[in-house]
Nanobody, 122 residues
Framework: QVQLVESGGGLVQAGGSLRLSCVAS????????MGWFRQAPGKEREFVAATTWSGTRTIVDSVKGRFTITSDNAKNTVYLQMNSLKPEDTAVYFC????????????????WGQGTQVTVSS
């Protein structure tokens, strides 16, 4: 079992920044790959970014140059640094984990956090 807890969401003006955190725990945590998804009101869940603990990364084109995914093994934490935020970034952001990297990118992860709300005002 893997437990995921997100934090760091909030209300921010367009052009501002937020850093989301996902703290993972569980017996097999170190063998799981992790990523971030988001879901805006009335829209389907969307892949944002994923990473391995060794540094392999995948990121959606719409946030390249603005968002960065990083990890801290000592803290069992994955981060999503979000800069130059736009109103279209408004969504609930979810952390996800799976033993297979492709499953994380595809949105079929075995484990999901409960989400943290990000609201970007104009």
């Amino acid at each position: 079992q893997v437990q995921l807890v997100e934090s760091g969401g909030g209300l921010v003006q367009a052009g501002g920044s937020l850093r989301l955190s996902c703290v993972a725990s569980g017996r097999s945590f170190s063998r799981y790959f992790m990523g971030w998804f988001r879901q805006a009101p009335g829209k389907e869940r969307e892949f944002v970014a994923a990473t391995t603990w060794s540094g392999t990364r995948t990121i959606v084109d719409s946030v390249k140059g603005r968002f960065t995914i990083t990890s801290d093994n000592a803290k069992n934490t994955v981060y999503l640094q979000m800069n130059s935020l736009k109103p279209e970034d408004t969504a609930v952001y979810f952390c996800a984990a799976d033993p297979t990297y492709g499953m994380v990118v595809a949105g079929t992860s075995s484990y999901w956090g409960q989400g943290t709300q990000v609201t970007v005002s104009s």
